[in-house]
C-alpha cells in the first residue's frame, strides 16, 4: 500500500487564502450588485414618476375640458328655456363664467411644454374649440338683439354640430394621451423584465461557478476511470 500523503502547511495556508479570497470576491460581488439593484430601483421609480407627472395631470384636464364644455351647452339651453329676462339674464352670466373657465384649461392643454402625444391634434383641437366658440358668439349677438327664435336656430344647426365636433377632438386628445402613456408604460415593463434577467443571472453566478466545477471535476473522473480501465484491460 502506498504511504499516506501528509497535508503540509503550506498547502493548508494556501488553501485558506484561496478560500478567503472567494469569501472576498463574493462580497464585493454582492455589494456591486446590491448598488446596481438601488441604481435600477431609483431609475424605474423616476420614470413612472415623470410618467405620472406628466400624463396624468393633462389627462384631469382634458376631463375637465369636457365637463366645462358640456356645462356651456346646459347654459346655452337656460338661455333658450328662461323667457324671464332676469333669469336669461343670469344664464348668460353662467355661460359666461363657463366660457372662462372653457378657455383656461384649453390652454393649459395647448401649452407647448405639454407631451408630445398631443402635438398632432393639437391643432385640430385649437381648431375646434375656435369653431364652437365663433357659434359662441353668434349666440350671443342673436340673444342680446332679441332674436330668440334665431337663436334657438343657431344652437340647433350650428352650435350642436360644433360641440359634437369639439368634444370628439377631445376624445381624441384623450386617447392619444392613454395610447402614449401604454406604450411607454409597456416599455418600461420590459426593461424591468430584461434588468430583472441580468439581475438574476449575476447573483447566481456562485451556483454557475459551482455548477461548471463539478461538471469539470466529474469529467476528469470521467476520463481518469477509462484510462485505469484501459490501462488495466491491456495488463491482461
Known sequence: ????????PDSSSSALRRLKIFAL??????LLLGCFSAYLLRSIDRNYSDLIDRNFPLMDGLRLLTK???AMQRHVLGVIANHDPARRAESLGKLETATAKQRQL????LRADRVAALAEIRPALAKAAADYEKG???FRELVAAGKIDDAN???YDVLRPALNHYLDTIDQAAFALEDRSQRINDTYSGRVRTHSTILLGLASWPLM?????VVVVALIIGVLVLVYRQIGTEQY
Open 25 to 30: 470576491i463574493l462580497v464585493v460581488s454582492n
Open 106 to 109: 384649453l390652454a393649459d392643454a
Open 209 to 213: 461557478v459551482g455548477l461548471v466545477v
Open 136 to 138: 359662441l358668439a353668434s
Open 1 to 8: 500500500m502506498p504511504p499516506a500523503i501528509a497535508s503540509t
Open 68 to 70: 366645462e364644455t358640456g
Open 153 to 155: 336656430a343657431l344652437r
